[in-house]
C-alpha cells in the first residue's frame, strides 16, 4: 500500500471535492430543469443498526428526500447550502470553528437559524450527506479528549511533542487529533482509565514504565477526539488497548462506547469505535475477588444493567457474566476502591494480575 | 531577600514540622496530665469576612476546642490523628492522594468516616488547624487545571515544559502546580477565557503573538490549580492577568472568584486569590456597544445578579454599574457570540480595543 504524500492535504482535497459535490448536485438538478433534491440518509433508530462483522453500530440503507419543491423545507436546503460553504471555507483556510460559533456567524446569513440545536442537526446533516465527518468539515467540539501520559512522540504542524515529557498531567489531546503525526513510540500498550484520580496515581507509580504503557486519562465519558485516538493507536500503531473504569454501569458503557461506538453516533462509528479495545475492569468478579469496599446499586443502576443484558454490544458471554454477577452481588465499586489496601496496590497487585489474565 | 537554596525541600520541611507539632501538643498535654485539646479555627459563614486591604475573604479568629475529653469529639480526635499521620507520610516519600482515595485507606483505621463527606471535612479541618493548604498536605484535588497556551518554559521534577510546544491544546495545569517552577517567559499579559472554544479561536487566530500574551482556558469554574497559577504568575512573574468571561451573572462569578476567592475557600485564599487580576469582558457595556447576538435574562439570572450587587467582592463602582446595566437590559451574552462580526473579530477587534481601555 503506498501512503499517499501529504495525507493531510489529501484529506482536504476530498472534503473540499465532497462539499463541492452537493453543490453541484443542486446547480445540475436547476440545468436539467428538475427540482433540486437532496438524498440525506436517516439517523432514526430504525436506520441504526448492529453490524456484527464490523462490531459497532452503523446507519442501514434508509434516508430522506429534502426537496426545494417542498415549500417546508426550503429555508432548510438554504441553511444547507450556507453551512457547505462556511465549512468549505474552513477548510480551505485551514481553520475550525465550533458548531457554537457557526451558530452565531449564522445570524449573518438571512436564513438563521431558531436556535442551537437546529444548527448543530443540520451540521450532522451534511456530515452524513457527503460523508464526512464534522472534525473533517472543520467543525470542532469545545471540549478537549484525555490526557495521555508515557513514550510516544507526536507532530503537530511544526511542534513534536513527547507526552512523557509534557508535564505530570500529560499531553492533551486536541479537537484536531486528526491532525497529528504518529512519529514514534517505545510501548507496548495503552491503558485507559476513567478518572484523573487514577491517572496521577498510575503516573505517580510509574505504571507508564512498570507495564510498558501510554495511560490515557479519560475525563468520564471519553470525548470524540479521545476514542479517534485510541482508534488511530490501535489500527496506525497495532497496540492492545485497555479500558479501567469504575466497576458499575455507567463504567461499562463509558468502555463500551469506546468499543462498539454510540447508537447516536452511528454515521461516524467507523472513525470512532475501536472493536479490539478491551474491557480490564473493574468487574463484579473483581469486586468479589478483591473484597473491594462497595456501595450498592441503586435502583436506576439496576435498570441500566437490564438494559444492558439486552444491548447487542454486550451479548459476548464475559459481559453477559459479569451483568449477571453484578446484579446478583448488588454491589459496585470504584476504581479508587483499590486504596484499602494502601495506594500502590492497584499498580503493584491489581493490574500485574489482570493485564497477565488478558494477554495469556 | 535571600531565596531559600530549595524552596521544594524547605516547603515539604515546613509542613512536616507543622504535623509534627499537632501530634507534640497532644503528647504534651497528656505529659501535662492534662486534657488533649486543639483549637480548630472556624470556617462557619459567621466566621467568614472580606478583608479590605487583601480584597479578599479571610477567616476571622474565632475557634472551636476539639477535646479528648468530650466523648462525642474521641472519635473525630482519633480520625485527626490518622489523617495527620497519612499526610505525614505523604509528603515525606513526596506522594500525593485524593481525598477519594484517603476515604478508601481509613477503612483499614478501624475508625473509619460514615462517608466522604465527613473525611472530607476532616481534612479541611486539617488545613485550618495547622495551617497549610491541602495540596501542602498531599491532598491533591482530582481534577486538573486550565489549559495553557503561549511563551512560557517550566520544569516539573527533570522535566522542562514549554508552553508554545506542547500542542494545540497546550500545556494542562496540574493540581502539583506548586512544584513547577517557572524558568523564563516572553510574555507581557495573561488572557485568561472562559471556553475552551474561545481558547482554541485564541490559538488559532494567534492571539498569542498578537497581544504577546499566555492564553489560558479555564474551562469554566477555575480549579484550584488554576487559580493558583494564576496567583503565582501575577505575584512572582508580576504579569498583569486578564479575565474574558461569558456576560452574564456566572460569567462574572468565575471571575470573581479568581480575583477575590470564595467565601467557602476563606482559609485558604491567601494562596489562591489574585486581587490584582482584572475583569475584561463580556461585560453589559460590550453587549451594547457590540450590539451582541444575547439571550433574555432568565429569573435566575436576575435573582443571582441582584446578591452580586450585595456581595462586597463586588462593591467598586465600574461593577455596581454593569451589574444595574445588565439588570436594564435584561440580556446577557456568550463570549463567542462576536462570531456574529467573523471568526476572527474578536481577537482582530475586540481584546485589541478593551485591551487598549484597561491598560491605558
Same mark, same amino acid.
Given at each position: 500500500?503506498?501512503?499517499?504524500?501529504?495525507?493531510?492535504?489529501?484529506?482536504?482535497?476530498?472534503?473540499?471535492?465532497?462539499?463541492?459535490?452537493?453543490?453541484?448536485?443542486?446547480?445540475?438538478?436547476?440545468?436539467?430543469?428538475?427540482?433540486?433534491?437532496?438524498?440525506?440518509?436517516?439517523?432514526?433508530?430504525?436506520?441504526?443498526?448492529?453490524?456484527?462483522?464490523?462490531?459497532?453500530?452503523?446507519?442501514?440503507?434508509?434516508?430522506?428526500?429534502?426537496?426545494?419543491?417542498?415549500?417546508?423545507?426550503?429555508?432548510?436546503?438554504?441553511?444547507?447550502?450556507?453551512?457547505?460553504?462556511?465549512?468549505?471555507?474552513?477548510?480551505?483556510?485551514?481553520?475550525?470553528?465550533?458548531?457554537?460559533?457557526?451558530?452565531?456567524?449564522?445570524?449573518?446569513?438571512?436564513?438563521?437559524?431558531?436556535?442551537?440545536?437546529?444548527?448543530?442537526?443540520?451540521?450532522?446533516?451534511?456530515?452524513?450527506?457527503?460523508? &464526512?465527518? !464534522?472534525?473533517? /468539515?472543520?467543525?470542532?467540539?469545545? +471540549?478537549?479528549?484525555?490526557? =495521555? $501520559?508515557?513514550?510516544?512522540?507526536?507532530?503537530?504542524?511544526?511542534?513534536?511533542?513527547?507526552?512523557?515529557?509534557?508535564?505530570?498531567?500529560?499531553?492533551?489531546?486536541?479537537?484536531?487529533?486528526?491532525?497529528?503525526?504518529?512519529?514514534?513510540?517505545?510501548?507496548?500498550?495503552?491503558?485507559?482509565?476513567?478518572?484523573?484520580?487514577?491517572?496521577?496515581?498510575?503516573?505517580?507509580?510509574?505504571?507508564?514504565?512498570?507495564?510498558?504503557?501510554?495511560?490515557?486519562?479519560?475525563?468520564?465519558?471519553?470525548?470524540? &477526539?479521545? !476514542?479517534?485516538? /485510541?482508534?488511530?493507536?490501535?489500527? +496506525?500503531?497495532?497496540?492492545? =488497548? $485497555?479500558?479501567?473504569?469504575?466497576?458499575?454501569?455507567?463504567?461499562?458503557?463509558?468502555?463500551?462506547?469506546?468499543?462498539?461506538?454510540?447508537?447516536?453516533?452511528?454515521?461516524?462509528?467507523?472513525?470512532?469505535?475501536?472493536?479490539?479495545?478491551?474491557?480490564?475492569?473493574?468487574?463484579?468478579?473483581?469486586?468479589?475477588?478483591?473484597?473491594?469496599?462497595?456501595?450498592?446499586?441503586?435502583?436506576?443502576?439496576?435498570?441500566?444493567?437490564?438494559?444492558?443484558?439486552?444491548?447487542?454490544?454486550?451479548?459476548?458471554?464475559?459481559?453477559?457474566?459479569?451483568?449477571?454477577?453484578?446484579?446478583?452481588?448488588?454491589?459496585?465499586?470504584?476504581?479508587?476502591?483499590?486504596?484499602?489496601?494502601?495506594?500502590?496496590?492497584?499498580?503493584?497487585?491489581?493490574?500485574?494480575?489482570?493485564?497477565?489474565?488478558?494477554?495469556?
Amino acid at each position: 500500500m503506498s501512503k499517499p504524500l501529504n495525507p493531510k492535504k489529501e484529506k482536504k482535497d476530498i472534503t473540499i471535492n465532497k462539499l463541492k459535490g452537493l453543490g453541484q448536485s443542486i446547480v445540475d438538478d436547476v440545468s436539467k430543469n428538475e427540482i433540486p433534491t437532496l438524498n440525506i440518509p436517516s439517523r432514526g433508530t430504525g436506520n441504526i443498526v448492529y453490524d456484527e462483522d464490523k462490531r459497532y453500530y452503523v446507519l442501514g440503507d434508509r434516508y430522506g428526500k429534502r426537496s426545494l419543491g417542498n415549500v417546508k423545507q426550503i429555508k432548510k436546503m438554504g441553511q444547507m447550502m450556507h453551512v457547505s460553504n462556511f465549512c468549505k471555507n474552513l477548510v480551505s483556510t485551514e481553520k475550525t470553528a465550533t458548531l457554537r460559533e457557526m451558530y452565531y456567524v449564522s445570524e449573518g446569513w438571512g436564513m438563521g437559524f431558531s436556535d442551537q440545536n437546529e444548527s448543530n442537526i443540520l451540521a450532522e446533516d451534511l456530515e452524513v450527506t457527503v460523508g &464526512a465527518s !464534522r472534525e473533517d /468539515l472543520g467543525l470542532m467540539p469545545e +471540549e478537549d479528549g484525555a490526557s =495521555v $501520559y508515557g513514550d510516544i512522540l507526536l507532530k503537530e504542524g511544526d511542534v513534536e511533542i513527547n507526552a512523557l515529557k509534557s508535564g505530570k498531567s500529560g499531553y492533551t489531546i486536541s479537537p484536531t487529533i486528526d491532525e497529528v503525526e504518529f512519529i514514534g513510540h517505545n510501548v507496548e500498550r495503552v491503558i485507559a482509565v476513567e478518572t484523573m484520580g487514577m491517572f496521577h496515581r498510575m503516573v505517580q507509580e510509574e505504571a507508564y514504565k512498570k507495564f510498558n504503557t501510554l495511560i490515557v486519562g479519560l475525563k468520564g465519558q471519553a470525548a470524540r &477526539a479521545t !476514542r479517534r485516538f /485510541l482508534k488511530r493507536v490501535s489500527t +496506525e500503531l497495532k497496540l492492545p =488497548v $485497555y479500558i479501567c473504569n469504575d466497576g458499575d454501569p455507567w463504567g461499562f458503557h463509558i468502555a463500551m462506547v469506546i468499543i462498539s461506538g454510540s447508537a447516536k453516533l452511528a454515521h461516524v462509528n467507523h472513525d470512532l469505535a475501536t472493536p479490539d479495545a478491551k474491557f480490564l475492569g473493574v468487574t463484579a468478579s473483581d469486586i468479589v475477588k478483591y473484597e473491594l469496599p462497595t456501595d450498592k446499586l441503586k435502583e436506576v443502576d439496576v435498570l441500566r444493567l437490564k438494559e444492558l443484558a439486552k444491548d447487542p454490544r454486550y451479548r459476548n458471554k464475559q459481559w453477559q457474566d459479569e451483568i449477571k454477577k453484578m446484579l446478583k452481588i448488588g454491589k459496585k465499586a470504584e476504581q479508587q476502591a483499590f486504596s484499602k489496601y494502601g495506594l500502590e496496590y492497584v499498580v503493584d497487585t491489581y493490574f500485574p494480575e489482570k493485564l497477565e489474565e488478558i494477554e495469556n
